[in-house]
């Protein structure tokens, strides 16, 4: 196939189809629209053709950014997100977004031209030579290639399945090019493709495991939900809402399940966090793993005395992996099943008699909040020249307020850290962050994906390292014309701009960058809304312009460059801080 003639394979040769239309047509039948691509041999024509049958085709700078769009748009939608690229060194791009996508269990699909089998396999140099299929299987929960076109919609199909059922998370599907160009009877190809049935099937959980949750959350004096990106993920925002506020305990939510309820709710203790964890004698998880994160559910963190040692807390955890029980530290009453279904299950044994817990409790966290929150309040208040993290994201958090709609992707270390604790999120979803591994490059790709399959605003608040690792996208922004807004905040480094070369030769030390870097002059290369802010005023005018206009913007927000800390709230993981 040179060029795309949609129509010839179905038209002119009206009994054939091909390798190409098959692939399509098995995404299109179970109801994928849109893939995240970026074409080259062998998979140039394959994007063609999808836009010309009528998927959505975004395409992208660099894989990696497509990548981790189609991650986040399986987050969002419970379908796998598709990214599409070209093999080898595409392949390799995209890869680190698979590993990325299987690591926070979101579902997605890697989809991948490759090189033909029989020179491969004997390693005789072909174009692009790599053995994909070996190097996706470890970072990734399934991987597949697909030979023969006949077997075009079994492998769709597997992928999907592999992808959205039980803990959700990446698939690698490998197409050597050969298959593409491959021609088989239309009819017979038609019959070969499966719409899959029912792909993430409802779990539901035991009885027993509910009713062992339920008694063990019954006698607890410090009860304490934990949620996590597994339950926004689910979807069972009015169950998760119910449970919360029938039994009257309070939650914490980890950082991508802020908004499951609105973070200004009364039961949430984000504000007494490091209150609630040590002191909790029973805590419920629900999609949440006690990894780093959670300091692995032991030690200070949790109020005990050594680094490795047990707090003394009860756990309940819910989550549709039965393995993740047990992980860190024993789990009590492991409820295994699909969210939606244990926390009705849940809310079914929780009665008008459920005793609310001990007022003492309460009394405590709310005592804790109120301290953080007037100590917020007083860091917000001040307006020092030039701006900090927490004079910007002031700024922010009203606009998130006054439009709880929009998107909020947000990377970096201060400016990731920072913006976590001080712009409260009102809707599920809404935060999209660097996720389990911590890591930088999600922005551009998160935000494309959050605006064109939602047509939402987005406001993708960036360090400025952080922006470095997708920012040549905003031309993929301009090009598409989407509502996303970029503001970089710029403290001219990585975590501050202030630090020396120690060798005193006349290279800068490597976390500092040019110094007043002009990031909005970037999209104006492109066509988009340039706007430069070293004031609050200015950062809100910038923004709520954007907002009103809907054009692609990136605002260059200067920060002061001393405002931020080492690695921002993770200081602690650094090797020399860890070691003292
Ligand atoms: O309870 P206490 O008193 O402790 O207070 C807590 C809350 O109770 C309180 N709080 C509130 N107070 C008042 N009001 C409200 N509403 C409120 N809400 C909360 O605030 C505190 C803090 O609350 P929090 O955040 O909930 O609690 P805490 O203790 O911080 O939680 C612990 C964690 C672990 C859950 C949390 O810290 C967390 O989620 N951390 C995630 C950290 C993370 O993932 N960081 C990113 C990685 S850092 C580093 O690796 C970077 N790199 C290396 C690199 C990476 N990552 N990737 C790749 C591909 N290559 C390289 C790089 C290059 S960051 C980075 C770039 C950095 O430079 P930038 O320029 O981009 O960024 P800047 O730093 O801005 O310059
Ligand atoms: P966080 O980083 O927010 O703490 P994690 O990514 O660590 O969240 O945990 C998410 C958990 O949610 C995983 O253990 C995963 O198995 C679980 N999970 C994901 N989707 C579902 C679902 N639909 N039902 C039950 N558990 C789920
Ligand atoms: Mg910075």
Known sequence: MGTVEPQAVAGAQAQLTDGFNLVVDAFKLNGIDTIFALPGIPITDLCRLAQAKGMRVISFRHEQNAGYAASIAGFLTQKPGICLTVSAPGFLNGLTALAHATTNCFPMILVSGSSEREIVDLQQGDYEEMDQLAIAKPLCKAAYRVLHAEDIGVGVARAIRAAVSGRPGGVYLDLPGKLLAQTMDAEAGRRSLIKVVDPAPRQIPAPEAVQRALDLLRGAKKPLVILGKGAAYAQADAEIRAFIERTGIPYLPMSMAKGLLPDTHEQSAAAARSFVLPEADVVMLVGARLNWLLAHGKGKTWGAKGPKEWGGQKFVQVDIWPQEAD?????????????????????????????????????????????????????????????????????????????????????????????????????????????????????????????????????????????????????????????????????NGVYRGTDVNLGGGTDPAPTVFVKGARYDRLIEAFGGVGAHA??????????????????????????????????????????KSAKK
Request: charged share 20%.
């Open 327 to 491: 992980s860190n530290v024993r789990i009590d009453a492991p409820v295994v099943g699909d969210i939606g279904s244990c926390m009705q299950a849940l809310l079914a044994g929780v009665g008008a008699n459920w005793p609310k817990p001990p007022a003492e409790w309460l009394a405590a966290i709310a005592e804790r909040k109120a301290k953080n929150i007037a100590k917020m309040a007083e860091l917000l208040a001040k307006n020092p020249v030039p701006m900090n993290f927490h004079s910007a994201l002031a700024v922010v958090r009203d606009i998130v307020r006054a439009n709880p709609d929009l998107y909020l992707v947000n990377e970096g270390a201060n400016a990731l850290d920072f913006a976590r604790s001080i712009v409260d999120m009102y809707k599920p979803r809404k935060r999209l962050d660097v996720g389990t591994w911590g890591v930088m490059g999600i922005g551009m790709g998160y935000a494309i994906a959050a605006a064109a399959l939602t047509g939402q605003q987005v406001i993708a608040v960036e360090g400025d390292s952080a922006f470095g690792f997708s920012g040549m996208e905003i031309e993929t922004i301009c090009r598409y014309n989407l509502p996303v807004c970029v503001v970089v905040l710029n403290n």
């Open 534 to 575: 070293t004031t609050p005023a200015e950062l809100r005018a910038a923004i709520e312009q954007a907002l009103a206009s809907r054009r692609p913007t990136l605002v260059n927000a200067v920060i002061d460059e001393t405002a931020g800390t080492e690695s921002g709230r993770i200081t602690n993981l650094n090797p």
